[in-house]
């Protein structure tokens, strides 16, 4: 395992140059840490992906891309020695204009994942310079020339090997001398393509690099000083978790807590590398440590919220005492690349429901050409609008009489689904959007604040 740690930190930690001097702060006060990764500037990425959908008025694009530039030479305006950054963003800016009026004629998954990773390429020019600014020995590295995978755009896969040998060869070294400054989010498939994991990937790819350089930690900067209970936003007494286990931390991912994307734990579990979680806003605040094992284990251990989902309901007489009826249904799904989350079944129907990841985001969509597909199995229903609630915590299935405690709070409130049993960490039910913040808070006050 290697000496030093990997950081990353968030857009709202990047977004103008007093937050990427905080972090260049959070950076030099920590001799250990050796390894940089940045996600754009905040607000970046939106703008990218609109240009990157295809915006048909020119002038409509010019004004865009005049936020971009906007965005950037604000901090350009405050360095010390701003010539090599405007130089490169510059160069950059022309390209997004370029591939922006491509995109304005023909749109694809391929040239969207281009265009979107301009917005770290461009925030690790502003940073590394920062950095350079206050005297640190920090260098800028482009992190397609390790970062492998596969040519699924927006959606990538990384091919784990290569990168591990990659980083052997022209990361590590590097480090050794160095303060290296990289990219989150993107990386390159087998021909050079620009590639990303999708959005919220940059924790992800950060994890993916400490497994690579064998980090003996990795910390998560954001603008929040760790996990909570739920999102303050929602509950305004939720409080921060001092530490949470692995097994916990990944439930809150997949469940929508917007502080980790849902795969950011996988590489770190792989090799018990422990992640820290806190503000580069308020460092002395700490933050969260998720390790594998921790000593407290509450029955409720906080609530996360997943909006924007998509409820499909399949019913057919024919699954009565029948067998083969669901992995046809789920061969029609993986056939179109269709990621199922939740799923009930009863005698005769089945309810599953879809999240999309993609670098687009969106609603996630059942194509036209599946469910033409699936009627010829069933009747098929599709419901927008729909949010997941899941309560974390643990050894669930050993407790007795808190499932009445929760959903005695819910009554009011009407639950489309209830998934429990396959995880002892997590309880999550499906309900609509328009109430899902209520459901939140008076769950978080009867579970958390009593």
Known sequence: MSAFNVAKFGGTSVADFEAMSRCAAVIDNNPNTKLVVSSACSGVTNILVELANGVQEEARRIALVEQLKEIHFSVIGQLKQPEPAKSAVESLLKSVTSA???????????????????????????????????????????????????????????????????????????????????????????????????????????ALIAEAVKAAGLEIWTDVPGIYTTDPRIASKASPIPEISFSEASEMA????????????????????????????????????????????PLFRAIALRRNQTMV???????????????????????????????????????????????????PELPAEARAELEELCKVDVEYNQSVIALVGNKMSGSKGYAKKVFSTLEDFNLRMICYGASQHNLCFLLHESVAAEAVQKLHAELFEG
């Open 100 to 206: 922006a009026e491509a995109a304005s004629f023909q749109s694809s998954d391929k040239l969207t994942d281009h265009i979107v990773a301009y917005g770290e390429r461009m925030s690790t020019h502003l940073l590394t310079q920062v950095m350079q600014d206050r005297g640190m020995n920090a260098v800028r590295f482009n992190i397609r020339d390790i970062m492998r995978t596969d040519s699924s755009y927006g959606k990538a896969e990384a091919q784990l090997e290569e990168i591990s040998a990659l980083a052997d060869e022209k990361l590590i070294p590097l480090c050794k001398d160095h303060v290296v400054v990289t990219q989150g989010f993107i990386g390159a498939d087998a021909e050079g393509n620009t590639t990303t994991f999708g959005r919220g990937g940059s924790d992800y790819s950060a």
């Open 254 to 297: 997949n469940f929508g807590a917007k502080i980790l994307h849902p795969s950011t734990l996988v590489p770190a579990l792989r090799h018990q590398i422990p992640v820290f979680v806190g503000s580069s806003k308020e460092p002395e605040k700490g933050g969260t440590w998720i390790r594998q094992q921790v000593e407290s284990q």
């Open 313 to 363: 309901t399949l019913h057919s007489p024919n699954m009565f005492h029948a067998y083969g009826f669901l992995a046809e249904v789920f061969q029609i799904l993986a056939k179109y690349q269709i990621s199922v989350d939740l799923i009930t079944t009863s005698e005769v129907s089945v309810a599953l429901t879809l999240d999309k990841t993609n670098t687009a985001g969106g609603a």
